[in-house]
């Protein structure tokens, strides 16, 4: 099921052999569209203009056509693209508009929106206070929020509350992460 699936800038989506449809090259993630162009494998040159949806119409299309991830890219994003889609979900968890997140950072708001599509190489410059903006670690940009193995007992309800967890995206999870930490600030 394509419902789970993380889409990102850069992957290529292979529709099924005899489907009559070209690969489709996601481009970017609009607030909560979708851009992507279609392409020719395996020289992955563009054939046609670009095209913006939902996520969803994007979504049907991939059942719909029984679409897979190109295997060469293995569904991972360029660095820069994951960067700036790292950038976008933290943007968009803290409810903060790309005008609002250029004065804090001291820059325009079109060179946030070029360090959110990965268009520009410059976004590390600004690492630092882009962690001090939306408190995390610098290290969650280049290498991902760390997970590590825990054993503990849980009762039902956490059992619960995990397994619905781990279904959110990414943006969600911080969302309720930071949503956790101001209740529990509440009774400390």
């Known amino acids: 099921m394509t419902s789970h699936i993380i889409l990102q800038p850069g992957q290529i989506w292979m529709p099924h052999e005899g489907a009559g449809q070209l690969p ?8 909560g569209m979708l851009a992507y162009q279609t392409v020719s494998i395996p020289s992955q040159t563009v054939r046609g203009k670009g095209y913006l949806v939902s996520q969803s119409t994007f979504r049907r299309w991939m059942r719909l056509h029984n679409a897979a991830l190109h295997a060469e890219g293995e569904g991972r994003a360029a ?3 994951e960067l700036a889609q790292k ?11 790309q005008e609002e997140m250029a004065r804090a950072l001291g820059i325009s708001r079109s060179a946030v929106a070029a360090m959110e599509t990965g268009r520009t190489s410059r976004a590390h410059l ?12 610098v290290d969650f940009f280049l290498t991902g ?3 590590e193995n825990v054993t503990m007992t849980l009762g039902a309800d956490e059992a619960d509350l995990v397994d619905l967890y781990r279904r959110l995206s990414p943006e969600l ?3 309720v992460q930071k949503y956790v930490e101001r209740q529990t600030r509440k009774i400390s």
């Open 24 to 31: 489709r090259r996601i481009v970017d993630l609009p607030e």
């Open 145 to 147: 929020m760390v997970e």
């Open 87 to 97: 950038i976008v979900t933290l943007r968009r968890s803290a409810g903060v508009t």
């Open 126 to 137: 600004h690492l630092p206070r882009l962690a001090a903006l939306f408190q995390v670690p």
């Open 173 to 175: 999870k911080i969302t």
């Open 79 to 81: 660095p820069a693209a």
